[in-house]
């Protein structure tokens, strides 16, 4: 988080004064993917890595944002119907209008933001820029009258409605809630949630980032969604006399009764969710007695669904899977909404720099591009700096 940068910016581009700086994080999820708006578990904790931003009333109707990285500068009127076109600006602008919707009165404002959260890595870098203005306008405007659930479903409903993403509440669950040393078990379903001290003694999570860069927005990640939709719809229709909302609800028997109706992909897609629950719940189990090399194996079995059955990997991610297993690795598996992006790897310490060694070498001889490494540092979630 570099606060100076951002001060500096926001001093020269607008009119000399300061104002209020904010910070939100991106997440890494252990276990627990695609699941989210399945009704499932999620595994996610917040990271040393986000967006940050200062901003200030202005006195207008007007918002007037300055993206530092991208060097880019957008206006709009808080009641525009249409908002702007740009990606990032959209982003706030959807907050802005979630957060009338929530009865803040948010009025015009400057403000600078930018970010060491990696884009298109599967960290999350959009829910931390929604969490960061939910959070701020709230404080801001809104005298802290929202509740932080509803700052996550603000950002969500953000994705669903401004920017074409029909995400789960994972990321912006993370980025709001996250506490340093953490994790969080969170039921999407009920949205209980439990923090989970993590300090695997003797092994490191690692992040392999294969700098394919994911795009949820106009991806297959909206039809992953629909296709458990379709299964679940089925499965309804031939039990009229329970309810079913999502896979959560489903057993594997009632997923074999419609496995011709609904065609092998969409079952393949639902058996993915139904394996993905068990294995979120065996993992808490491990977590709690220790034993980090059934988390391990676990993690390299989401990896197997996610690939084969769900189909959210490439080529260069599964690569960089079978260099982890190749080398020994504890666990590893693709992380996030998938289509590039990062691996998640947990390795054990005596281990951790042969692997990076390797991990590098290897990918560059294969694809003539040298990963990045991210050394995971579980952190705070949203919150005010200055
Ligand atoms: C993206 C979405 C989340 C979640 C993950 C996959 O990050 O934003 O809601 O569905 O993909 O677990």
Not at 42 to 55: H, L, N, Q, R
């Amino acid at each position: 988080m570099d606060i100076e940068n951002v001060r500096s910016r926001f001093i020269k581009h607008f009119d000399g004064k300061t104002g209020s700086i904010y910070t939100s994080p991106g997440r890494i999820n252990l276990i627990g993917e695609h699941t989210d708006y399945n009704g499932g578990f999620v595994f996610p904790g917040a990271i040393d890595k986000g967006i940050t931003c200062e901003i200030r009333p202005n006195g207008t109707d007007t918002v007037m944002a300055y993206a530092i990285d991208l060097k880019d500068r957008v206006e709009f009127k808080v009641d525009d119907p249409k908002g702007p076109k740009s990606s990032w600006a959209r982003y706030i602008y959807g907050i802005v209008q979630e957060m009338r919707k929530r009865g803040v009165d948010v009025k015009g404002f400057n403000t600078a933001f930018s970010g060491d959260v990696p884009l298109g890595a599967g960290l999350s870098s959009s829910a931390a820029l929604e969490s960061c203005f939910a959070f701020a306008l709230n404080d801001l405007f809104g005298n802290n009258k929202v509740s932080k659930w509803d700052l996550v479903l603000a950002g969500q409903a953000t994705e669903h409605n401004y920017c074409g993403v029909n995400c789960g509440i994972m990321d912006q669950f993370a980025s709001v809630m996250g506490q340093e040393g953490k994790l969080m078990r969170l039921d999407c379903r009920s949205r209980e949630f439990e923090y989970f001290p993590f300090n695997p003694k003797g092994y490191k999570l690692v992040l392999v980032d294969s700098v394919v860069k994911h795009e949820l927005a106009g991806s297959p990640y909206n039809d992953r969604r629909k296709s458990c939709e379709n299964v679940v719809k089925h499965i309804a229709a031939k039990h009229p006399e329970s309810k079913f909302e999502t896979l959560r609800d489903c057993t594997w028997e009632q997923l074999d009764e419609v496995k011709n109706e609904v065609g092998q992909e969409d079952y393949n897609r639902a058996k993915y969710v139904l394996g993905e629950k068990d294995r979120v719940l065996a993992v808490c189990d491990a977590l709690n007695a220790g034993d980090y090399e059934t988390v391990g194996k676990k993690m390299y079995e989401t990896h197997e669904g996610l690939s084969k059955d769900y189909e959210v990997s490439c080529e260069e991610i599964d690569f960089l899977a079978s260099v982890a297993k190749e080398d020994g690795v504890t666990g590893c598996r693709i992380m996030g909404g998938g289509f590039g992006g990062c691996t998640i790897n947990l390795v054990k310490d005596e281990l951790y720099d042969k692997f990076v060694n390797d991990v590098k070498a290897k990918y560059q001889k294969k694809y003539g591009k040298e990963p990045k490494i991210y050394n995971v540092v579980i952190s705070e979630g949203s919150h005010k700096v200055c």
